[in-house]
């Protein structure tokens, strides 16, 4: 058990829809990264959050959003989905209290399965 | 940018054979280089690290070394299980913060 937990575990919706996938990180950790795993584009970062603001963007739609609360768990929103869309979402988070980058390790939640059909 | 380049799978092997997976980097600066293992149906787990140059990850009998000169980090165990049976991630975390992931593994263990 990493420690970082992710609600739901599997979602199924329909293409138009929204959706809310939630991430809280392990105790103690500052930094919250989303990722996609697809079978096409393999494994993918989307977004960071540090203690409440956006650090870092990859990938990420414009139909996607996220946000972490004062109390640092994590959520990501995707809006108008798309059968693309269908993928494995992971949460990540670390310490990250060094000012340069530092090789603080990433601990992953279980993920959340989307499905859009 | 960043990338990272893995051997392609997938990998079946006998219980008790040698395992070799390898992986190759691009990066600017010094990354940091991390091996994750998924198990079906389950998350990334971390399964080593190594920081610097000649630094040697090692957990659960899985061992990788960063090598600069060869920009490499390939993952290796002496005698595999059945119960090591998954798919194995190369990733690197350069001067940015987030990882930047390899396409993965495919290790199938036969009994």
Redesign the interface.
């Known amino acids: 058990d990493s420690g970082v937990t992710q609600t739901p575990k599997h979602l199924i919706t329909a293409t138009g829809q929204r959706v809310t996938l939630r991430c809280s990180p392990r105790s103690g950790d500052l930094s919250v990264y989303w990722y996609q795993q697809s079978l096409d584009q393999g494994l993918q970062f989307l977004i960071q959050y540090y203690n409440g603001e956006e650090r870092a963007k990859g990938n990420i739609l414009e139909r996607f959003s996220a946000q972490q609360f004062p109390d640092l768990h994590s959520e990501l929103n995707l809006s108008s989905l798309e059968l693309g869309d269908s993928a494995l979402y992971f949460c990540a988070s670390s310490v990250d209290r060094g000012g340069a980058a530092s090789p603080d390790t990433q601990y992953f939640g279980p993920g959340t399965r989307l499905t859009v059909l | 940018g960043d990338s990272v380049t893995q051997m392609e799978g997938p990998v079946t092997l006998s219980e008790e054979a040698c395992l070799t997976i390898n992986c190759t980097y691009t990066a600017t600066g010094y990354p940091?280089l991390?091996w994750?293992v998924q198990y079906p149906g389950?998350?990334?787990?971390?399964l080593l690290?190594a920081?610097k140059a000649d630094d040697k990850g090692s957990n659960k009998g899985f061992e990788a070394t960063y090598r600069k000169e060869t920009t490499s980090f390939h993952l290796e165990k002496g005698s595999v299980q059945v119960s090591d049976s998954a798919v194995y991630?190369c990733a690197l975390?350069?001067?940015?913060?987030?990882?930047?992931?390899?396409?993965?593994t495919q290790l199938t263990v036969l009994p």
């Open positions: 940091s991390f994750y389950e998350g990334l787990q971390l690290k920081t991630f975390r350069g001067s940015a913060r987030q990882l930047t992931f390899g396409s993965g």
